[in-house]
């Protein structure tokens, strides 16, 4: 079994058999959500329960994973850019509501940043840690050059970028449904300010204005967050 592997893993570990494997993934679970319309069967979460096994099994690291798969990452940035045309089409529901939407991303960074900050100090957490956890809340490019500049480990922001996007798309919807969030704006600035692109992803489900809102709250969560984390390096850790 070993050396099967190991003759094949110089296809295995090829960037065209890698992208196919990560788009044929997603695939596979977009399929499984939408015959199953359960909340926990989501299409990243089905990806990485079949990518991470494959990548133990074969033996490729993920340095090199990460490499053959770089357009991925690439294609984050265009991808939320192009969140920018839905916002176009419900742009007349931002008349009047701009103030309290810059307020309410506002706090949410203050609160997203401090309080992980806080408890990981608490902790026991080192430097490179706590600067790790502070961008969790933003999309992974904007996540991870902050990391970085302020001593973060870029790799292991985002996996806590991605857990985090993975929770709040989970459990985001049920909350505001619990509490009794009625605001479609209110929905789509808690999905896109504490789960950032798969949070915007759920909104989408919920409705036009609610995505398109969610989308704004990603450009507007990272640039608060950009503007944030020096204050709280400098305060916090």
């Known amino acids: 079994m070993n050396e099967w592997i190991n003759n094949l893993r110089p296809i295995l570990s ?42 133990k099994i ?39 509501n701009l103030f309290s939407i810059l307020t309410a991303v506002l706090v949410g960074g ?16 080192n430097h490179s840690l706590v600067a790790s956890l502070a961008p969790k809340s933003v999309t992974t490019p904007i996540a991870m050059n902050l990391a970085e500049k302020h001593g973060g480990v870029s790799s292991l922001t985002a996996i806590f970028v991605v857990v985090c996007g993975m929770f709040g798309g989970l459990v985001g919807p049920i909350i505001l449904r619990k509490i009794g969030v009625k605001s479609k704006i209110a929905k789509g ?33 990272g640039i608060m967050t950009a503007l944030l984390i020096p204050f709280a390096e400098k305060l916090l850790f």
């Open 189 to 221: 600035l808690a999905m896109g300010s504490s789960a950032h692109a798969l949070g915007t992803a759920r909104a989408m489900e919920m409705g036009a204005l609610e995505g398109a809102i969610s989308g704004l709250a990603i450009g507007l969560m």
């Open 14 to 55: 090829s960037e065209v058999f890698l992208l196919m494997l990560c788009l044929g993934s997603f695939l596979l679970g977009v399929l499984i959500y939408k015959k199953t319309n359960i909340s926990l069967l989501q299409p990243l979460l089905i990806t990485m329960v079949i990518i991470i096994p494959f990548l």
């Open 58 to 96: 074969t033996g490729i690291e993920y340095k090199t994973f990460y490499e053959n798969t770089r357009i991925l990452n690439f294609m984050l940035g265009p991808s939320v850019v192009a969140l920018g045309y839905v916002l176009y089409d419900q742009v007349g529901h931002l008349k009047g």
């Open 110 to 125: 203050i609160v997203g940043i401090g309080t992980v900050v806080i408890v990981a100090e608490l902790l026991g957490a």
